[in-house]
Structures are given as structure tokens and as C-alpha cells.
């Protein structure tokens, strides 16, 4: 039995599910230090506030399917600044154990570039447009 529909809803919910924990932390417990880390860099620190886009906006958006490729861009696009500009110095580091220091910033990822290619699939709220 095959039922792709069901598998690209299996990522968007796993994607969209764990990624909103972190978003609930950051509603909780604010962004200060993602601005504090932004402004060391030279980067202006309400540049932060776009986290709760990534980590609370986008992964709503996978959790029901509503334009899920959007969504998956935005949940992309703060994956590269998580991996780019918070943690570069793991981004060619192997960890103990061999894997990869940024495999969970890396699911997250490349999980996002899968969605934006394949859409919402069948069990989504918005599954017959084309920026599902």
C-alpha cells in the first residue's frame, strides 16, 4: 500500500509540531538573548522578533496544511539563520558520537526543502492550490 498523501502529512506534523515547542518557549520566555546574539554580530536585534514567524507562524501553518509551501519556506529560511548565523561553528563539526553537531537544526532543514517541493499533500487544508 502506497499513500504519499499521508506521508508528507506525517512530516508536516512532525515538523510542525516540534518546531512550535520552540516557539512556545520563545512566547514564554521572550528573545532577548536571540537579539543580544543578533547585535553582537552587527545584525539590528529586532531582527529576533522574526523567530516567532519561523517557530510559531510557519509550524501553525504545516500543523493544518494552509499554504504549506510558504510556510515551509519561512520555517526554511529561519533554519538557515539558526545554522548560518547562531551556531556556524558547528556547521562542519562531527559530534562524539559521529553524527552531525546541526543534525536536529538539519532535519529541520532540509525536512522544510522537502515540504516546499512536495506541498501539503491530500490531508490539507488548502490541498488543490498550488501554494499548498
Excluded at 20 to 28: E, N, R, T
Amino acid at each position: 500500500m502506497k499513500n504519499q498523501s499521508l506521508g508528507i502529512l506525517i512530516i508536516r506534523l512532525s515538523l510542525g509540531i516540534l518546531m512550535l515547542l520552540h516557539g512556545i518557549a520563545k512566547l514564554s520566555q521572550g528573545v532577548a538573548g536571540i537579539e543580544n546574539m543578533l547585535e553582537s554580530k552587527g545584525i539590528p536585534g529586532f531582527v529576533a522578533y522574526g523567530v516567532y514567524i519561523g517557530e510559531v507562524i510557519a509550524p501553525l501553518l504545516l500543523i493544518v496544511g494552509y499554504r504549506t509551501r510558504i510556510a515551509a519556506i519561512l520555517l526554511f529560511l529561519n533554519m538557515l539563520v539558526i545554522v548560518f548565523i547562531a551556531h556556524p561553528e558547528n556547521l562542519l563539526s562531527v559530534s562524539s558520537h559521529g553524527g552531525w553537531k546541526m543534525e536536529l537544526a538539519g532535519l529541520y532543514l532540509f525536512g522544510s526543502l522537502a515540504l516546499i517541493f512536495m506541498g501539503g499533500g491530500d490531508y490539507a487544508l488548502s490541498s488543490k492550490n498550488k501554494w499548498d
